[in-house]
């Protein structure tokens, strides 16, 4: 592990940050390491001297606060807190949780910082300036073992202290100080299935303590052999992790409302080097797979143990539904065993190991799952190596139940995700611009997960990256494409719940004259595409078996046609036409489909001067064309058009309507 102090970097941040600055510094160099610290699993801090309200100079312990990454860490992640108040803690027998939040929070300087990390009175109660916690991967691998003690102190000698295993919080806290009290000299503590605490007077010293004892722990793993599991008999051709992730996700769905087709449902996160291949492909994967987390706090995000899922060949719905349905049952039977007035937490597992294919994380968002992702590579990473030099071993279950259910540990997940549309994926197409864009922003917004699939693929990467989803290129007028783009799509999420069908362009042209080659190009585009689209997400739909919901862009024309606009129109009256057959053949899969009529909204598919003469063709001019004929005066916007399909989306009971979205215009409603 290498050492990557600079003190040119370190100097930069002391200009921009004074007295922060190399405890910002080093932080960051911590954070950015996931084989040291990985999504909140770790914390720093500093004590040092600033000034109250009163411009009295106070001790203060400025320590990580929650809901901030060490990677990218800045001052306001690393609030001040008044240190003695905190010492004084010391001299108690025992503290309740929220009277050790409730010091910690009493003694900020600033009212509005975050909440101190849960191992502050640890940072506290220890003496030195600089204190740099991490899980580091290669100490785990040493310290998960039944002999994880004599290991260690072969490994790290007296230069470090031992603290056996308790849980984060005041006890921890007070047995850490006390080891500490009794090994003046050492260069910092393992905690023992936890990880490791350095210190020293600056942060150059803390830090490069961190990295040499980390080094050490490497460099003794490096001495044994390389892991490599027995492989175990697999099918030579499974099926891809895109294709089973549906059927996961529909069996981890949790119905909300006893049928009425609401789902807390999951996204997935799939993950398939070869680190991942060489453990779930194991022959003992049900041994090693199953013992525990590696470090505490990752049984929030991973819960205690995946869900091992069968071969993904032959019958693989009917086993993975058995499998999880023990899972289930393993879950509620642990929870009973340690249950002391909890409120159990949703059974569902947050990792899936599918031998032959690699691992999925799960998660309430695509954020949540690829953090779960992340940690079980980690811990792979960690039982590989432990099981390399000896047997990994764990926290016993009701240590692990403890932390799983600390108010504390729960608390970093936050409340969850409360907008309407969270957890559900929602594929769009003609999304890199105009009412597309505008549709995936909307969705995005009510917490969708986004995938953007337009012709031109660079620009629907752009628009996603600004959105925060995933942009694919796809020519929507190919069936081949499009099967693609929605397996991406799958492989990216896990599934689909929602499709938006707005890919379109307009063709002009008076019926008697039109070429069929115009005819049948706007067809291809305006019809038979979205049939192609909707075919694809409804296989998926139905895979996942928890309803779906197709919106299509219908425009105005089917309802009302304007002259010389055939081309455009025909394909569109077939759409609706499409909409209702599917609301038809899917309403009892739950399936619902439906429609937004929009009309004279100022997109890019009126290129070429279309728009003048769209205008010209109803004898009005382009202003009046877009606003002032509709009886509310207003012109309508592609965010409103995005509205409009959020609303389908949201409207549960709704299947089989067209939403006309046109300011008012009553020759256009339908009849
Ligand atoms: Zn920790």
Redesign the pocket.
């Given at each position: 592990m290498d050492d990557l102090w600079s003190d040119t970097d370190a100097g930069a941040m002391v200009a921009a940050y004074g007295d922060l600055g190399h405890r910002v510094y080093t932080s960051r160099l911590l954070g950015a390491d996931p084989a040291l610290v990985l999504h909140g699993?770790?914390n720093t801090s500093v004590k040092i001297r600033k000034s109250d309200t009163l411009g009295d100079e106070v001790d203060v312990l400025c320590v990580k606060g929650s809901g901030w990454d060490m990677a990218s860490i800045e001052p306001a992640g690393l609030p001040a807190v008044r240190l003695e108040p905190l010492r004084a803690l010391r001299a108690l027998d025992r503290l309740s949780d929220e009277d050790m939040v409730n010091v910690q929070r009493l003694n900020l300087l600033d009212s509005t910082a975050p909440n101190p990390s849960v191992?502050t009175l640890l940072h506290a109660f220890l003496p030195h300036s600089y204190i740099d916690?991490t899980?580091a991967t290669a100490v785990l691998s040493i310290t998960d073992q039944p002999d994880g003690p004599a290991r260690c102190a072969e490994v790290f000698g007296e230069t470090m202290a031992l603290v056996p295993y308790i849980m984060?919080g005041f006890a921890l806290a007070k047995a850490a100080a006390d080891v500490a009290d009794a090994h003046p000299g050492v260069e910092g503590l393992i905690l023992l299935k936890?990880?490791i605490f350095t210190f020293g007077d600056t942060a150059r010293e803390a830090y490069g303590r961190m990295i040499a004892q980390v080094s050490r722990a490497e460099v003794y793993l490096a001495r044994g052999p390389r892991k490599t599991f027995k492989s175990a008999a697999l099918p030579a051709k499974p099926r891809s992790p895109h294709h089973i992730a549906p059927i996961l996700r529909g069996l981890t769905s949790l119905p909300l409302d006893g049928g009425a087709g609401l789902y807390k449902r999951f996204i997935l996160d799939f993950r398939g080097g070869d680190a991942v291949r060489a453990y779930v492909d194991g022959a003992e994967l049900e041994r090693y797979a199953k013992i525990g987390v590696v470090?505490p706090?990752h049984t929030i995000r991973t819960k205690n143990t995946p869900l091992i899922l069968p071969p993904a060949d032959g019958d693989f719905e009917v086993r993975a539904k058995a499998a999880l349905a023990d899972y289930v049952a393993d879950y509620q039977a642990y929870f009973a065993r340690h249950d002391s007035g909890q409120t159990a937490l949703d059974p569902m597992p947050r990792v899936l190991l599918a031998p032959g294919l690699g691992l999925f994380g799960a998660g309430p968002t695509a954020k949540a799952a690829r953090i779960a992702a992340d940690i079980a590579e980690n811990a792979i990473a960690v039982i590989a190596d432990a099981e390399a030099i000896g047997s990994f071993v764990s926290i016993t279950e009701a240590e692990m139940f403890e932390v799983e259910y600390w108010s504390l540990e729960q608390a970093k997940l936050g409340r969850g995700p409360s907008a309407a549309l969270a957890g559900q994926v929602a594929v769009i197409t003609g999304a890199a611009r105009g009412i597309g864009a505008a549709t995936a922003r909307a969705f995005a917004e009510q917490g969708a997960e986004v995938a953007l699939l337009d012709l031109d693929g660079d620009a629907a990467v752009e628009t996603a990256r600004d959105i925060g989803g995933l942009g694919l290129a796809c020519d929507v007028t190919d069936a081949g494409d499009v099967k693609s783009a929605i397996d991406r799509a799958c492989g990216h999420f896990g599934g689909l719940d929602i499709l938006v069908s707005n890919a379109g362009a307009a063709w002009q042209g008076r019926m008697g004259e039109v070429g069929d080659d115009v005819l049948r190009r706007s067809f291809e585009l305006n019809f038979f595409a979205h049939q192609s689209v909707a075919k694809a997400a409804v296989a998926v739909m139905l895979a996942q078996g928890t309803g779906g919901c197709l919106l299509f862009n219908a425009s105005k024309q089917p309802l009302n046609p304007g002259p010389d606009f055939g081309p455009y129109g025909l394909p569109k009256a077939a759409l609706i036409a499409l909409m209702r057959q599917y609301a038809v053949d899917y309403g009892g899969d739950g399936i619902r489909a439906n429609a937004v009529n929009a009309d004279r909204v100022n997109t890019g598919l009126y290129g070429d001067g279309m728009l003048e003469e769209r205008a010209q063709a109803r004898g009005l001019t382009v202003a009046d064309y877009l606003a002032g004929s509709n009886l509310l005066k207003r012109e309508v916007k592609v965010e409103d058009v995005a509205q409009g399909f959020v609303s389908l989306a949201l409207a549960n009971k709704t299947s089989g309507a067209i939403l006309t979205v046109d300011g008012g215009n009553i020759a256009a409603a339908p009849r």
């Amino acid at each position: 592990m290498d050492d990557l102090w600079s003190d040119t970097d370190a100097g930069a941040m002391v200009a921009a940050y004074g007295d922060l600055g190399h405890r910002v510094y080093t932080s960051r160099l911590l954070g950015a390491d996931p084989a040291l610290v990985l999504h909140g699993g770790g914390n720093t801090s500093v004590k040092i001297r600033k000034s109250d309200t009163l411009g009295d100079e106070v001790d203060v312990l400025c320590v990580k606060g929650s809901g901030w990454d060490m990677a990218s860490i800045e001052p306001a992640g690393l609030p001040a807190v008044r240190l003695e108040p905190l010492r004084a803690l010391r001299a108690l027998d025992r503290l309740s949780d929220e009277d050790m939040v409730n010091v910690q929070r009493l003694n900020l300087l600033d009212s509005t910082a975050p909440n101190p990390s849960v191992e502050t009175l640890l940072h506290a109660f220890l003496p030195h300036s600089y204190i740099d916690h991490t899980h580091a991967t290669a100490v785990l691998s040493i310290t998960d073992q039944p002999d994880g003690p004599a290991r260690c102190a072969e490994v790290f000698g007296e230069t470090m202290a031992l603290v056996p295993y308790i849980m984060p919080g005041f006890a921890l806290a007070k047995a850490a100080a006390d080891v500490a009290d009794a090994h003046p000299g050492v260069e910092g503590l393992i905690l023992l299935k936890h990880g490791i605490f350095t210190f020293g007077d600056t942060a150059r010293e803390a830090y490069g303590r961190m990295i040499a004892q980390v080094s050490r722990a490497e460099v003794y793993l490096a001495r044994g052999p390389r892991k490599t599991f027995k492989s175990a008999a697999l099918p030579a051709k499974p099926r891809s992790p895109h294709h089973i992730a549906p059927i996961l996700r529909g069996l981890t769905s949790l119905p909300l409302d006893g049928g009425a087709g609401l789902y807390k449902r999951f996204i997935l996160d799939f993950r398939g080097g070869d680190a991942v291949r060489a453990y779930v492909d194991g022959a003992e994967l049900e041994r090693y797979a199953k013992i525990g987390v590696v470090t505490p706090d990752h049984t929030i995000r991973t819960k205690n143990t995946p869900l091992i899922l069968p071969p993904a060949d032959g019958d693989f719905e009917v086993r993975a539904k058995a499998a999880l349905a023990d899972y289930v049952a393993d879950y509620q039977a642990y929870f009973a065993r340690h249950d002391s007035g909890q409120t159990a937490l949703d059974p569902m597992p947050r990792v899936l190991l599918a031998p032959g294919l690699g691992l999925f994380g799960a998660g309430p968002t695509a954020k949540a799952a690829r953090i779960a992702a992340d940690i079980a590579e980690n811990a792979i990473a960690v039982i590989a190596d432990a099981e390399a030099i000896g047997s990994f071993v764990s926290i016993t279950e009701a240590e692990m139940f403890e932390v799983e259910y600390w108010s504390l540990e729960q608390a970093k997940l936050g409340r969850g995700p409360s907008a309407a549309l969270a957890g559900q994926v929602a594929v769009i197409t003609g999304a890199a611009r105009g009412i597309g864009a505008a549709t995936a922003r909307a969705f995005a917004e009510q917490g969708a997960e986004v995938a953007l699939l337009d012709l031109d693929g660079d620009a629907a990467v752009e628009t996603a990256r600004d959105i925060g989803g995933l942009g694919l290129a796809c020519d929507v007028t190919d069936a081949g494409d499009v099967k693609s783009a929605i397996d991406r799509a799958c492989g990216h999420f896990g599934g689909l719940d929602i499709l938006v069908s707005n890919a379109g362009a307009a063709w002009q042209g008076r019926m008697g004259e039109v070429g069929d080659d115009v005819l049948r190009r706007s067809f291809e585009l305006n019809f038979f595409a979205h049939q192609s689209v909707a075919k694809a997400a409804v296989a998926v739909m139905l895979a996942q078996g928890t309803g779906g919901c197709l919106l299509f862009n219908a425009s105005k024309q089917p309802l009302n046609p304007g002259p010389d606009f055939g081309p455009y129109g025909l394909p569109k009256a077939a759409l609706i036409a499409l909409m209702r057959q599917y609301a038809v053949d899917y309403g009892g899969d739950g399936i619902r489909a439906n429609a937004v009529n929009a009309d004279r909204v100022n997109t890019g598919l009126y290129g070429d001067g279309m728009l003048e003469e769209r205008a010209q063709a109803r004898g009005l001019t382009v202003a009046d064309y877009l606003a002032g004929s509709n009886l509310l005066k207003r012109e309508v916007k592609v965010e409103d058009v995005a509205q409009g399909f959020v609303s389908l989306a949201l409207a549960n009971k709704t299947s089989g309507a067209i939403l006309t979205v046109d300011g008012g215009n009553i020759a256009a409603a339908p009849r």
